[in-house]
């Protein structure tokens, strides 16, 4: 059984409950997941509790400046890896259907266990390629798709269109700005009925420099011919 992190952590964790202005129970499942990822036997982190509350629950957390996505009601995160940020957003929006995508069956695997220590029930993992998901039930049926350390904007923006909802949005986390990523992203979004809608800079935690945000809306209808085989985003960019 995982230990309950020190006291400063746990400070550290309501203060993030409070800034986000979440349920009075959210700290105390945030110091769950952490205390679950760390007993893993191949964990996919080997932070320190404090660095891993700023890595993995702050930056998480910092998605819900965007409005839309902390409204919506119904939500995707692709390439979840060990869950982050679609298990601790599922944690601060409770009333929300939070599916987690990955098609990597061991890294599903961790964030079943992580999820069941949390008592993440609003969480569902989906061990598939996205493009699998877009094909069938998930079609046009989320308000946000979530998106860290994937992969580039243009092959984002082609992931997430097929599976949002008319006037739903994508949430790209991201560092430095790089000019050519974005207008690579931008041209693709086109194609495929989103559009930029905002880079929000945000400061997660006070060693964070450079982070932003990539936030594009559906504004038009997806081509049918999305998504493409699984592996085709990556491998050719529509930008």
Known sequence: MASRPPADAMRALDDLAQRYDLTP????????????????????????????????????????????????????????????????????????RVDLIESASRKAAVMERLAAAAKVANARVLAARVEEVASGDGRGAYDAVTARAVGALAVLVEYAAPLLAPGGVLV????????????????????????????????????????????YTKTGPTPDRLPRRPGMAAKRPLA
Request: hydrophobic share 45%; proline share 7%; no cysteine.
């Open 25 to 96: 129970d959210a700290a105390s499942r945030f110091a769950a997941l952490l205390g679950a990822l760390a007993a893993e036997p191949d964990p996919h982190t080997g932070f320190p509790i404090e660095d891993a509350i700023d890595l993995h629950i702050a930056d998480s957390l910092s998605g819900l400046d965007v409005a839309d996505l902390r409204s919506a009601s119904r939500l995707a995160d692709v390439g979840s890896g060990a869950g982050f940020p679609g298990l601790p957003l599922a944690i601060a929006l409770p009333a929300a």
């Open 172 to 215: 790209a986390w991201k560092g430095e700005r790089q000019g050519g990523e974005e207008e690579s992203g931008g041209a693709a979004a086109e194609q495929v009925g989103l559009t930029v809608t905002a880079i929000l800079p945000v400061r997660p935690y006070e060693a964070s420099r450079n982070r932003h945000l990539h936030v």
